[in-house]
């Protein structure tokens, strides 16, 4: 797929920041680099061990924050990676699509609303 941007507005408690996010259909969270993340005042929930594309093996400390997309009603929380030194480019990744209910449309590399499927359960039907 090719290179995806798009600008967001990143939110914690009353400070927000406008941030724009590399489209990474591989990486499962997303990333606020350091500067931005600092800025709002997020402060690490966890910390868990990430996989990077060659294999390495790293650990990140993960929060959480309100982010707003420039579609319809994509907005919500979202989990997101405190980035650091050298951890260059804010990262939308595919659980926070999820969440705002969008895809990534790999052949017009745009993003575009998920079709959500809901399969009813039926009384006395297993």
Known sequence: MGIVYVKGTVR????????????DSGATYSLLRKEIWQELRLEPKREIELVLADGTRIRRFLSECYIKLPFDSAEGHTP??????GDDENLLG????EILGFIIDPIKREIRPMRILLKPILKGRR
């Open 12 to 23: 914690h408690g009353n400070k927000e920041r406008e941030a724009e996010f590399l489209v």
């Open 94 to 97: 595919i659980v926070t699509l």
């Open 80 to 85: 997101v990676i405190l980035g650091e030194e």
